[in-house]
Nanobody
Framework: HVQLVESGGGSVQSGGSLRLSCAVS????????LGWFRQAPGKEREAVAG????????FYRDSVKARFTISQDNAKNTLYLHMNSLKPEDSATYYC????????????????????WGQGTQVTVS
């Protein structure tokens, strides 16, 4: 499985921006899907955004559409989550995720399909 290491979390005021990064290492399949989940205290882990790398198709949960953008830099083996217009309800621990054999971006939105998780990075919006 691939290894995932997130960075870029922090504290920001409402309306601010952050960019999360996820370094992807190890052997990866040509049909890997990558994504971002988040989990707030007392709540279930939820999919935020995903990308099917082979076709560059993307998924966003409704509450982040038009505010968050998922992107990848293949040269740097890095996945990004650009977060704008942040709201207090976006506060959570954010996790990078990989589903290695994926034929549809929806696959990486179900935590049961995730093969690899990052360690998480905290985002706090006040």
């Amino acid at each position: 499985h691939v290894q995932l290491v997130e960075s870029g979390g922090g504290s920001v005021q409402s309306g601010g921006s952050l960019r999360l990064s996820c370094a992807v290492s190890g052997q990866r399949s040509s049909s890997i899907c990558l994504g971002w989940f988040r989990q707030a205290p007392g709540k279930e882990r939820e999919a935020v955004a995903g990308i099917y790398t082979a076709r560059k198709t993307t998924f966003y949960r409704d509450s982040v559409k038009a505010r968050f953008t998922i992107s990848q830099d293949n040269a740097k083996n890095t996945l990004y989550l650009h977060m704008n217009s942040l709201k207090p309800e976006d506060s959570a621990t954010y996790y990078c995720a990989a589903t290695e054999w994926c034929d549809n971006v929806v696959a990486v939105t179900d935590p049961r399909n995730v093969d690899s998780w990052g360690q998480g990075t905290q985002v706090t919006v006040s």
